[in-house]
Nanobody, 123 residues
Framework: VQLQASGGGLVQAGGSLRLSCAASGRAFSNNAMAWFRQAPGKEREFVAAINWRGGSTYYAESVEGRFTISRDNGKNLVTLQMNSLKPEDTADYYC?????????????????WGQGTLVTVSS
């Protein structure tokens, strides 16, 4: 079972990036999916999550209105569209699959984790 995150990079403040998370080894269509991020010296924090059907989404207050999470269960793919990026968005971004169908803000409910993809936003 593997979650492969991609799409990170260097962008100027105000710019956009689109992160992707591809799952392989098993289907996650019945699992909630999420993105977390971890900046240097800080704890991993919740960014966004989506329920198994994709009908409900949840966002951290710091990214609400700027980031959009979506999923394509047919392709086993989850994406995070990030607009109006700020220097404080700089972090390693991780995708994760929950053991449940309904999303949670708690990283403890996420069983599978991808490797991080680095997002750097310059001022």
């Amino acid at each position: 079972v593997q979650l492969q995150a991609s799409g990170g990079g260097l962008v100027q403040a105000g710019g956009s990036l689109r992160l992707s998370c591809a799952a392989s080894g098993r289907a996650f269509s019945n699992n909630a999916m999420a993105w977390f991020r971890q900046a240097p010296g800080k704890e991993r924090e919740f960014v966004a999550a989506i329920n198994w059907r994709g009908g409900s989404t949840y966002y951290a207050e710091s990214v609400e209105g700027r980031f959009t999470i979506s999923r394509d269960n047919g392709k086993n793919l989850v994406t995070l569209q990030m607009n109006s990026l700020k220097p404080e968005d700089t972090a390693d971004y991780y995708c994760a699959a929950s053991r449940y169908s309904i999303a949670s803000y708690s990283k403890n409910e996420y069983t599978y984790w991808g490797q991080g993809t680095l997002v750097t936003v310059s001022s």
